[in-house]
C-alpha cells in the first residue's frame, strides 16, 4: 500500500465492525500513519510540498495516531466515526 485511497479507507471501516479483524485493521492503520509520517518527513526536507500540504499531512497524522488510539482503547465507535471523517478528507481518485 503506497497510495491510501476513499475505497481502501472504506474496506478498512467496513471490516472494523468485522469480529476477528481488529488486529489487522490496526495493523493497517499503522501502516498509513508509517506512509503519511515519511510523506511529512519528505515534505519538511525542502524536497516537495508547500507549508498548506505539510499542515494536511500533520493533520492527517492526527486523526490516523486518534484513530489508532480510539482501537486500542476498545472503541470501535469512536475510531470508526473518526476514520468516516479521514476518508471524507481524501480526494476522489480520476476516474471514480
Known amino acids: 500500500m503506497l497510495i491510501i485511497n476513499k475505497e ?3 474496506n478498512l471501516l467496513h471490516r472494523l465492525s468485522t469480529p476477528g479483524e481488529l488486529e489487522h485493521c490496526r ?3 499503522e501502516k498509513m500513519l508509517e506512509i503519511k ?3 511529512l ?3 519538511e526536507s525542502g524536497k516537495c510540498c508547500s507549508q498548506p500540504v505539510k499542515e494536511f499531512l500533520v493533520n492527517e497524522i492526527g486523526m490516523l495516531e486518534s484513530i489508532l ?3 486500542k482503547k ?3 465507535s469512536q475510531a470508526s466515526s473518526l476514520l468516516t471523517d ?3 478528507l ?3 481518485s480520476e476516474g471514480d
Do not use: C, H, K, T
Request: glycine share 8%; aromatic share 16%; charged share 15%.
Open 27 to 29: 495493523d493497517e492503520l
Open 74 to 76: 476498545g472503541d470501535i
Open 37 to 39: 509520517s515519511d510523506l
Open 41 to 43: 518527513w519528505w515534505a
Open 8 to 10: 481502501q479507507v472504506g
Open 90 to 92: 481524501i480526494p476522489q
Open 86 to 88: 479521514y476518508m471524507n
Open 69 to 71: 488510539n480510539f482501537l
